[in-house]
């Protein structure tokens, strides 16, 4: 085996340059859309939250940012908790709903689909973080649709 003779990494190093920036900051012109959309479980993997702060860092841009979530993608909606609701089982267990409502408190706007809401997972409209807006299966398709007339960036989150 060959013998490495490097110093270890410690705490404080920097192994990529992360203050070099490649392309413009670019921000929204007035009017302009985003549409993020979850078809995703709360917990399966990083795409509810990565796209969460995608989101909000769209609507930092100047962006008229939606949440759009559907299917499974409703029960990032859903208020939890342990052993109570709003009570954190473990650091970071409600940290993509700390996010969606820290977006909804900077002006996004979160829909979800009411057939999911109760045919997939027996809730009501009250089981919601406070703010989100419950919607028709029908008005699924069309907030899609209403965004891409509006040229808006959209962002499709699936994984199931």
């Known amino acids: 085996m060959p013998k490495?003779?490097?110093?270890?990494?410690?705490?404080?190093?920097?192994?990529?340059?992360?203050e070099e920036k490649v392309f413009p900051d670019v921000q929204a012109d007035p009017?302009?859309?985003?549409?993020y959309t979850f078809h995703t479980v709360a917990f399966e993997g990083s795409i509810?939250?990565?796209?969460?702060?995608?989101?909000?860092?769209?609507?930092?841009?100047?962006?008229?940012?939606?949440?759009?979530?559907?299917?499974p993608g409703v029960t990032m909606g859903f208020q939890c908790g342990?052993?109570?609701l709003g009570d954190e089982a473990f650091p970071g267990h409600l940290y993509?709903?700390?996010?969606?409502?820290k977006f909804m408190e900077e002006g996004?706007?979160?829909?979800?689909?009411?057939?999911a809401t109760q045919a997939l997972y027996g809730q009501t409209e009250k089981a919601?973080?406070?703010?989100?807006?419950?919607i028709n299966p029908l008005d699924v398709l069309d907030c899609v649709l209403m965004h891409k007339k509006a040229n808006a960036v959209i962002v499709d989150s699936w994984t199931l």
Not at 31 to 35: D, I, Q, S, V
Not at 48 to 71: E, P, Q
């Open 4 to 18: 490495l003779d490097i110093p270890m990494h410690k705490a404080g190093d920097c192994l990529v340059d992360y």
């Open 31 to 35: 009017g302009e859309k985003a549409l």
């Open 48 to 71: 509810g939250l990565v796209n969460t702060l995608s989101a909000t860092r769209m609507l930092r841009k100047g962006y008229d940012v939606s949440i759009l979530l559907y299917g």
């Open 82 to 84: 342990f052993p109570t």
């Open 96 to 101: 993509v709903k700390q996010r969606l409502a």
């Open 108 to 115: 996004g706007k979160i829909y979800a689909c009411r057939f």
């Open 128 to 134: 919601f973080i406070p703010g989100i807006i419950p």
